[in-house]
């Protein structure tokens, strides 16, 4: 099946902050989407993205289909910000289900 | 607001006593899936409907089971649980299967336990 790699699996910044997050991907997608899961466990959508760029305040994401990646970047960390956030695809042709990567747990201190 | 609603948030259950979770939906999409999040681990999809078509993975423990009355609820039934079962439980909806129509959206999970 396909494959999905995030990095770093940890990241500690200060408040104020950037940060990139990667996902690596080994197979053609129809769907690429970019989570947050918050300390209650529900997952919010970040981003819908399986090609081109996006931007939604403070947060923006890349993908680069032909080169299997996608990129979400924070910029001006808050608190708020920490939490997992989860890469997952769907592969282009059938399996019709999201498979998501390992996560990058984000810690933001004050 | 549309959203994906679970009941309850969490549930307590005994080592094998049959325990039912709920979600129902108000973005009247046709796909419904079921995913088993367990502590630090990523979701796992354990099947998902396509209107009234059920789909299974083909690595979910048949004790896991699924009903989708009508196009706004969908029900896991875990039949046995046992300890290993303890997890997250999430569900999500996406409009149909095809490209910008399979973004997926999540409710707020049922944590459960067992005792």
């Known amino acids: 099946g396909i494959q999905v790699e995030q990095s770093p699996p940890d990241l500690i910044l200060q408040e104020g902050a950037n940060s990139t997050l990667r996902c690596n991907f080994s197979?053609?997608?129809?769907?690429l989407q970019w989570f947050h899961q918050n300390p209650w466990g529900q997952l919010i959508n970040l981003f819908y993205i399986p090609s081109g760029t996006k931007q939604n305040g403070r947060l923006s994401a890349t993908t680069v289909a032909t080169e299997r990646y996608s990129l979400l970047y924070i910029s001006s960390s808050q608190t708020t910000d920490s939490g997992v956030y989860f890469c997952a695809v769907d592969k282009a042709q059938g399996a019709q289900k999201l498979v998501f990567g390992q996560g990058t747990r984000l810690t933001i201190n004050p | 607001d549309a959203m994906v609603i679970q009941n309850p948030r969490y549930q307590v259950t005994q080592f094998g006593k049959p325990v039912t979770l709920s979600c129902s939906q108000t973005?009247?999409?046709?796909?419904m899936y079921w995913y088993q999040q367990k502590s630090s681990q990523a979701p796992k999809l354990l099947f998902h409907y396509y209107d009234k078509d059920f789909n299974n993975e083909a690595d979910t423990p048949d004790n896991f089971q699924s009903r989708r009355p009508n196009t706004s609820f969908c029900f896991l039934d875990i039949r046995s649980p046992g300890l290993g079962d303890a997890a997250m439980y999430l569900c999500?909806?996406?409009?149909?299967?095809?490209?910008?129509?399979?973004?997926?959206?999540f409710g707020p999970g049922t944590r459960l336990t067992v005792l």
């Open positions: 973005l009247n999409h046709n796909v």
């Open positions: 999500a909806t996406s409009r149909d299967y095809g490209s910008s129509t399979n973004e997926q959206f």
């Open positions: 197979d053609s997608v129809n769907n």
